[in-house]
């Protein structure tokens, strides 16, 4: 029997070399990858008389899920399988697949999420200690469904899996884009897909108050224009997510990104009014009036019904951005703080988060916030969410506060996945200067999706794939950081991830098309294929001003985060340089030629798509780098690095001028081509 | 100034002949086409500076319309309007669009739809009586928007137009396959971008009870699976579909189609149960039971609840394909007609209509149902839907009785456009057997989106665009029948329709990325382009027994009804056959050499993905008489059509193996090549 025992340390091996290079075994496209894995000898074959059975005493919720895994079984399959409702009478142990679970799981922090997973050729067990550990197995079945010519199968394997960290989740940004539910409903999805377990609601900004409020109505019928979640929404999707193992965390920020609360109730604000909805992007003045008693009252009677709504037993206040204008600018501020003897803004907001912390304690809350919230002092029950620096992390663990991480994981700035991949809570070389006690306070961390610059139609392009390898550094080894293997099984999970409904895919050409007006995009996708929008926050400083309301259906939303061609190529330059197979030479010859050739067919269609002018210029300087990259393989084609100074000159030139960003884009293929021109001119 | 003056009956020689032919003029890609319609000289430019104002006296949904028509406009163009939320503060009478209302529409049968526009370079002006008129003069604005080199522009026209007919509905299916909010919030803004204005729910069937009841809530909670709409929905669904000038008619099928009800309320039935939801597809045996006075009580408690549920005057009580067999089997029916002096069925069925109709009429309702329901002395208040046939509407409107026609637009049969384009409820040579007054009592018609076949995935491709031409077929005078150039902007609106978010072209790729399991999808694009699902219920014929949970994902689900491709391909060869012009001998050669090469590739598809195996055979064939066709296009274009006999017969012999359905798909490209063989052979 051919077998690999595959222990923590070892999985990047198996995933990068054993399994790969083994002809007659498969290729693993498991994401994330499971703590322990041995692969063993034969499949395990899909039938239409496929039947699972579940036994143990699961939560209600592992029917459905195990309902909800076999329509994705035929889904993906095609099979006719026969089995239809899930329910506790399907319980026959001699069924093929067996999901074992020892008692009901609960929808919270820490719960056991553990899993274990046997195929053999004839046989599936799953056992799992709570259900949810089950859910997660199950989407690692669904992930180990490969075919040959014979039918779909799943390798005979032995897992055994639990997560590096408890708290995996996604921010979901409803205030500054309203996300409907349909959005919502589909990242969950997504995350359970990955394994990710808690969806933090972003329920409050300035420009928008996204859910309803039965105690102060106003809050939503003024400060949403129509676009917010009603209570029963919101119950069924707190619902959706614990069917998936998912915590529904609510943010209420406050005191400051808190506009839209005054609309409605301008004397919760530090400043006179009246306040409308705002549509501008950026820090804004207005915040809550911290010294008086009628806002604690406001905020009690508030947070008493959110509490209520939200059955986690965490609650997530914001406290981030407060710039303290309206503050300074109050008298009656000034002289309670005077007073109180409050110094400074810190300490009259650090006051304000002691008084919010004294209302969610009494509604039986633990009080989630952003990093700033961390004051001398404050009780140690709540909960630290990085977002400035990992020094943040480390400084509230170091004192004894839970925290977790989002700082590196900010994927509204469009930045390659790697980058994210790559940032660990707590890498091996940070692990000295934490107790073991100080790093079990690190809960994990979270994805957060902004939506300043993301609609509904765009928000999954800049959530997916990404998300998907910081769902793997959360819940994976450490040891598991291998980028060229993340980046190959992440083309497989995103299309996983395209079949529970995501559209992070298919959007993208629907999106060429209208901004092509009508015409055949082949030349456009050729173009934003190998174009990024810029990243960080640069949209917002290149001469156009972003309202809520603006198009966001440009060149710049279309174009998608770590542009997969544009990434392949820049591999296949480093390739070339370095060892120029006639395979890779080729390849990098078809690149280049269809890039040079490209902008001819994208100038006939700017031509009739007027929204398109703004890339004109960028992709005429994508022909012109092609035809330098295409003289540098030729040359090094006829075994010459010793193209002229003055070539290399003109056409390092001609490379920074195709660096200018153009339509909020820039071209990524550069670096590719760059390293072309100066192993040219042997450089 | 140029200017024609286009009267109703000229509106066909405008849109196939004069605008087309006009090298200056633009190509209107208007759908439906208007009534009335003047071109003028010159284009409105849409710069960020436009703003809309809205005067007179419209019902609140306007501006909600207009700011949805400012989000697609700059959706479209990209432009950076700086209009936000229009209220009616925004009537500045000088602004470049003024709308005009005299009066606030209701959202009813029978009111007034009609619009003026009048489009110049420097202003636009759209009046109307109601909001809902200019709702719809709104939509033909956004399909006025054209680029050129300078910017996107609407032409300067001058349109007056009103519905031909004004029932004009969709009738969406959620009992077979339950279709949640979003797929029902996009159809509803499909419906509104073609000025449809009728969404009837079939929200009772054998398979499905999708709706919540209060009052019985075992029908909902035994009925569904959990797949229901909340009356909370419910509510939205109407909102939603009021804001847009569209009214919501339930539909709750009875006495048959019910099997649904029975599960919670066995007692409703003529035979004992219990009861379990239906899966399978099918006229099925459970029917109510209307010989007991408890039916009635209870029926009579629903109808309360549900008609105050729904707002619109009109209640749909299906009423079709009762097949008896539970009446005939039950003792206490036959002797209950005996004692009645109940003939048959069919009086049964009228005596329990009766009933209803009483029901209904007592909760202020106007009662619709299946052409069965038309019985002999039942009053003319009803409305029958046609469904069997178009002889009875006509029979229902000799009768007196307003009628509506549905029979030609089951888009689930998944015909050509064209089929359901031409068939108009009144052609010009059935008017003279209707008097005056009976012609006004036909209302319209209803395109039927039955769900046995489709799922949220795929709906949307079985809706659209086609359903855009029915439409246009209720809307548009009768005179307007152009097929080809329906065609020519049925491409068009398509693309729109894509805008509003609907999902009939993109997720057509991403199913076929599913079942290629993760290869590139060229070769199967290009294989799938070219054939269409079986038509009207052969589906159900071939060997397959589909359920309500199998998987809809296969390869006849992925392609598409009236194959673009093909449909193309087979004018290509019409026109090739009568004037081989270079251009079409050039590119009926280029399509049938992609076809004669594709399947190779195809092949090495289907190895590592087994669902597609069931059509490796019809590639082969498509590749052999893609051959056959090259020989005779090779032939012709050797001024040759005579080649053998022998050649001939093995050809047709090819060619009718061709046509063997697989995968419960066909070729349809075959009686193009078909045309090449024939003329090749000079038959």
């Not at 004839?122 to 989407?139: F, I, M, P, R």
């Not at 633990?366 to 709540?382: A, C, F, H, N, R």
């Not at 998907?468 to 080894?477: D, N």
Request: glycine letters at 6%.
């Amino acid at each position: 029997m051919r077998k690999f025992l595959l222990l923590i340390l070892f999985s990047l091996y198996l995933f990068t070399g054993c399994a790969q290079s083994t002809t007659t075994g498969p290729t693993l496209n498991l994401m994330p990858v499971p703590g322990q894995l041995t692969m063993q000898d034969g499949k395990f074959r899909i039938a239409d008389s496929f039947k699972l059975a579940v036994t143990g005493q699961p939560h209600q919720r592992l029917f459905k899920g195990a309902t909800r895994f076999l329509r994705r079984l035929d889904d993906k399959t095609g099979s006719f399988l026969t089995q239809n409702q899930i329910t506790s009478a399907d319980n026959d142990a001699n069924a093929p697949l067996v999901i074992n679970v020892k008692r009901p799981g609960k929808v919270m922090l820490h719960e056991d999420e553990s899993y274990t997973l046997t195929v053999s050729p004839q046989k599936v067990n799953l056992t799992a200690e709570t259900d949810l550990g089950a859910l997660h197995g199950l989407e690692t079945l669904l992930q180990l469904v490969e075919a040959d010519e014979t039918g779909y199968y799943m390798p005979a394997i032995h897992i055994t899996d639990k997560p590096r960290f408890p708290w995996r989740g996604l921010l979901m940004d409803v205030g500054r884009h309203f996300m409907p539910m349909e959005v919502i409903k589909r990242n969950l999805d997504g995350m359970a897909a990955v394994k990710m377990n808690v969806l933090h609601l972003h329920l409050s900004e300035d420009q928008g108050f996204p859910i309803e409020s039965k105690v102060f109505p106003k809050l939503h019928q003024l400060g949403s224009n129509g676009n917010y979640f009603t209570q029963e929404e919101i119950k069924a999707i707190i619902k959706y997510a614990d069917d998936r193992g998912i915590r529904v965390v609510p943010e209420f920020d406050m005191p400051g990104h808190a506009t839209a609360w005054f609309v409605g109730h301008p004397e919760l604000a530090s400043a006179p009014g009246p306040y409308t909805i705002e549509r501008r992007w950026g820090i804004m003045d207005p915040v809550m009036d911290p010294t008086k008693e009628t806002t604690y009252k406001f905020l009690d009677a508030f947070l008493k019904e959110m509490t209520a709504l939200f059955p986690d037993a965490y609650f997530h206040i914001g406290g981030d951005e407060n710039n303290g204008k309206q503050w300074k600018a109050n008298a009656q501020i000034q002289a309670y703080m005077k007073t109180n003897n409050i110094k400074n803004q810190e300490e009259l907001h650090a006051m304000f988060n002691e008084r919010i912390l004294k209302i969610l304690t009494k509604y039986g809350k633990k009080m989630v916030g952003w990093d700033e919230i961390l004051q001398p002092g404050i009780t140690k029950s709540i909960v630290i969410q990085s977002w400035r620096g990992k020094k943040y992390l480390y400084e509230a663990v170091s004192k004894g506060y839970q925290a977790m991480l989002s700082n590196g994981y900010y994927i509204d700035l469009v930045q390659n996945t790697e980058q994210h991949y790559l940032n660990d809570p707590l890498p091996e070389e940070n692990q000295k200067q934490l107790t073991p006690e100080q790093q079990k306070l690190i809960l994990g961390g979270e994805a957060t999706m902004w939506s300043e610059l993301v609609t509904p139609e765009t928000v999954d392009s800049r959530v997916w794939p990404r998300t998907a390898a910081i769902a793997e550094r959360l819940w994976s080894p450490g040891s598991v950081k291998d980028v060229a293997d993340m980046y190959r099984r992440l083309d497989r999970v995103s299309l996983e991830l395209e079949y529970v409904g995501l559209t992070h895919e298919k959007n993208y050409p629907m999106m060429l098309r209208r901004l092509a007006n009508g015409q055949d995009i082949t030349a456009l996708k050729t173009f934003t294929d190998v174009i990024e929008p810029i990243k960080e926050y640069t949209r917002h400083q290149q001469g156009t001003t972003y309202y809520a309301y603006s198009p966001y259906t440009l060149i710049a939303d279309a174009a998608r985060p770590d542009a997969k061609v544009a990434r392949n190529f820049r591999n296949l330059a480093k390739e070339f340089v370095t060892n120029p197979t006639p395979k890779v030479t080729n390849e990098i010859t078809y690149w280049l030629n269809l890039w040079q050739n490209n902008h001819a067919g994208l100038q006939a269609i700017i031509r009739q798509a007027p929204a398109l002018k703004e890339i004109e210029t960028l992709s005429a300087d994508l022909a012109k780098v092609s035809q330098i990259g295409l003289e540098a393989v030729n040359a090094l084609k006829a075994n010459k690095a010793n193209l002229s100074e003055e070539w290399y000159n003109s056409s390092i030139a001609t490379m920074q001028a195709a660096k200018k960003q153009r339509g909020k884009t820039e071209l990524v293929v550069l670096p590719g081509i760059e390293a072309l021109i100066k192993k040219a001119a042997g450089k």
